[in-house]
């Protein structure tokens, strides 16, 4: 599996990644649009975007080149959701981009990503 990193906290994302899930799971720091494009293209699973609000800035590039539907917003300013309620979100559809608000990066990316791997190996919510 391969995740785009990007966003205020790409390196602080890309590194909480890879100390959990090395050879399991391949990180990319590549510019927004880049990565955007590269989700789109099939280069890359997932696209993981954090700014200051979880729904614009980085997320508003992913949802230029996938389209709205293709994109979630995981945390807003005020709320950030739990693992259990973090899973249930990558479990009810189909994303390829999760947006996220910057200073909840330690708590969203570890269940995000464990979510997004568990799902692609096919196990329960």
């Known amino acids: ?9 790409a390196t602080q994302t890309k590194q909480l990644i890879d ?18 494009r590269k989700v789109k293209n ?4 997932f696209y993981l975007g954090s700014c ?8 508003a590039t992913a949802i230029m080149v996938l389209g709205y539907g293709n994109c979630l917003v995981v945390s807003k300013q ?3 959701p ?9 479990y009810s559809g189909n994303h390829k981009a999760f947006g996220y608000v910057k200073s909840h990066t330690d708590q969203v990316v570890p269940a995000l990503v464990k979510a997004l791997v568990d799902k ?5 919510e």
């Not at 099939?42 to 699973?45: C, H, S, T």
């Open 120 to 124: 692609t190996e096919g196990k329960p």
């Open 52 to 59: 200051m609000t979880g729904g614009g800035g980085s997320l």
């Open 42 to 45: 099939g280069e890359a699973d």
């Open 78 to 80: 005020g709320k950030c």
């Open 19 to 36: 100390k959990e899930y090395t050879g399991t799971v391949e990180t990319l720091t590549d510019p927004d649009m880049v990565a955007a």
């Open 1 to 9: 599996m391969k995740i785009e990193c990007c966003g205020l906290t």
């Open 82 to 90: 739990n693992d259990k309620e973090i899973r249930h979100m990558v």
